[in-house]
């Protein structure tokens, strides 16, 4: 992407406020920017067997579920919150298997409570298939942008 279009999508998201136009800009600085300067989540990660109701194939890097990182709607229902996958000591996780990720929020000032030690539901839609432990958290100066 060139910085014409990355200068684009921030100015457009800044004038519009609007939230699809802020995932837009942090969907594109995730691309750009190495991981440990976007307010990454250093997690081990558990995939869910096929016979405990999980996927039955493997991710990998680029994978992009939706969270249950703890926020809640008014109503006290779960949000769910969309942050990619990107696996740290092997190319693919296999249901039923662990691993360590980083998980590269999409909005990272959603994730401001999260915190180490908090297990993580990690969901396809609604369906829930895993979970992760957070181990390490890469502070994002720029996250409260």
């Not at 519009?16 to 942090?26: H, L």
């Not at 109701?53 to 992009?64: C, K, V």
């Amino acid at each position: 992407m060139s910085d014409s279009r990355f200068r684009e999508l921030e100015r457009r998201w800044k004038e519009t406020g609007s939230v699809e136009d802020e995932v837009a800009w942090w969907q594109e600085r995730a691309r750009l920017e190495p991981v440990e300067a976007r307010g990454s989540v250093l997690v081990r990660l558990r995939l869910s067997g096929s016979e405990e109701g999980g996927r039955n194939q493997p991710i990998s890097s680029g994978y992009r579920p939706n969270w249950d990182i703890g926020n809640r709607h008014d109503d006290g229902t779960p949000t769910i919150n969309c942050g990619v996958v990107v696996l740290e000591d092997s190319e693919l996780l296999s249901p039923g298997d662990a691993g360590l990720a980083w998980l590269i929020p999409l909005v990272p000032r959603l994730w401001a409570a999260v915190h180490v030690g908090q297990e993580l539901a990690l969901h396809e839609g609604r369906l829930p298939i895993g979970h992760a432990t957070v181990l390490l958290l890469c502070d994002d100066p720029r996250a409260n942008e």
